[in-house]
């Protein structure tokens, strides 16, 4: 068990504290979005912050016996159109206004594909890579213990993140069936298959960004088997990103992880790198000829994958970057000048909020599966979730031609739009 927590974990081992600035550029983008549609300032006012946050102190015995206390948060976006939902990372660099805007971003996401929910996201400042099994479990319980009056099946459904996975939303959905001293499966999403978890939740994520991928491709008039991948990060998403796009026939001819990065013109060999990686998720460190994940950014290809950290692509390297479609799998990893330098450019940029947003489309599917005792097959999983992100990405391109605007603002006017609507409905505005 040690050993599949260490490959979760690895994915994100280097993540750096998130940008001060990344709740002020989310809020910038949302404010263009409603004032796009016509909505007023109050609308914006209401939206711009979550509607509801909280912030907790988790008392932990370590295994040596002294007690270490945790900071946590959850913060709430809106619940306008329906309970929120979103993940809970541990990671020593998490900050209340990351949480925070990424509770925007999640209702972004939600309203992108008429999920009912509003955004949440959630975070403990920690360093799992540093604590045992045992430490882990009692940080994830007390973290549920603190907010569970907050939480719940119709309140707001917590899933994975960063530095989190199937085993930890295990001891959180126990721990809150305890609390209500009832079975509530429908509590937490990206649980193990036996405690209601839904087939195809593991590689939704890394699915939807190549169906998005497939889109973006059609939008330029070409054919994704005929193009050149880079993937930057073989975490979960990108590793499973690669090996999609590896067995479609498509050439993905650089990756990389924590260690640096591979490129090889003629296309690498995903099964391979797959099984030679160690116990951490690392590949890498197996070559002795690698490049930097900055050079990696800049290698000839026609698709770029960022599936990594946040601020990759910024004003500094954005002119290099000879890629035609950039497909975002990570969440913000093109800051605001890069943005405006690619689109200039004429790149078409797949943003995150559309690009990886299968995860949360499938754990809306684990959501009503719980609520039905009825369970779905990996097929028909992977049939709807890619119905409902080629709707979306249609609509988006749709949207951004139609006010002449960028797709990542189109993808925030699209998504931001059901709460906006709930809003006036309900009497809110």
């Not at 409603?34 to 909505?39: E, I, S």
């Not at 039905?372 to 979730?385: C, D, I, K, L």
């Amino acid at each position: 068990m040690a050993m599949n927590v260490g490959k979760r974990l690895a994915a994100g081992a280097n993540m750096p504290a998130p940008s001060e600035d990344v709740l002020t550029n989310t809020q910038d983008v949302v404010q263009n979005a409603l004032h796009k549609l016509g909505y007023s300032e109050t609308v914006y006012e209401l939206l711009k912050e979550p509607i509801r946050v909280l912030t907790v102190r988790i008392p932990v015995r370590m295994d040596d016996g002294h007690t270490e206390v945790f900071t946590g948060y959850r913060a709430q976006h809106n619940d306008a159109v329906g309970p929120t939902k979103g993940g809970i990372r541990f990671h020593p660099n998490v900050t209340l206004e990351e949480v925070k805007a990424l509770s925007i971003w999640m209702s972004i996401k939600c309203g992108i594909f008429n999920l009912p929910y509003g955004g949440a996201k959630g975070g403990i400042i920690c360093d799992p890579r540093t604590m045992s099994i045992a430490e882990q479990e009692r940080l994830a319980r007390g973290y549920v213990r603190a907010v569970s009056q907050i939480v719940g099946p119709t309140k707001d459904i917590p899933a994975p993140d960063v530095y989190t996975n199937p085993q930890i939303m295990a001891w959180m959905y126990d721990e809150y069936s305890r609390i209500r001293e009832y079975d509530s499966p429908g509590f937490i999403t990206g649980k193990p298959l036996v405690l209601g978890g839904s087939q195809g939740r593991d590689k939704a994520t890394a699915l939807g960004v190549v169906v998005a991928m497939q889109e973006g491709a059609a939008t330029l008039g070409k054919n994704l088997q005929d193009l050149k991948v880079i993937v930057q990060g073989f975490g979960n998403v990108g590793s499973n990103v690669a090996l999609i796009l590896h067995e479609m026939g498509v050439k993905v001819v650089g990756i990389s992880d924590a260690g640096g990065a591979l490129y090889r013109e003629e296309g690498l060999d995903i099964p391979s790198l797959l099984e030679k990686r160690d116990s951490f998720g690392m590949v890498t460190t197996n070559f002795s000829h690698t490049i930097t994940n900055q050079e990696l950014l800049v290698q000839p290809c026609d698709v770029l994958v960022p599936a990594a950290l946040e601020n990759q692509i910024t004003a500094e390297n954005a002119n290099q970057i000879q890629a035609s479609l950039v497909v975002e799998a990570a969440n913000g990893p093109t800051t605001h000048a890069a943005d405006e330098i690619l689109s200039e450019r004429g790149i078409l940029i797949v943003p995150d909020v559309l690009a990886n947003a299968g995860g949360v489309t499938v754990s809306y599917f684990e959501w009503v599966q719980n609520s039905q005792g009825y369970y779905w097959t990996e097929e028909e999983v992977n049939h709807r979730m890619r119905e409902m992100m080629v709707a979306s990405a249609q609509t988006i391109f749709k949207t951004a031609k139609r006010y002449q605007v960028s797709t990542r603002l189109a993808a925030y006017m699209v998504g931001i739009k059901p709460f906006a609507e709930a809003m006036r409905w309900r009497g809110w505005v």
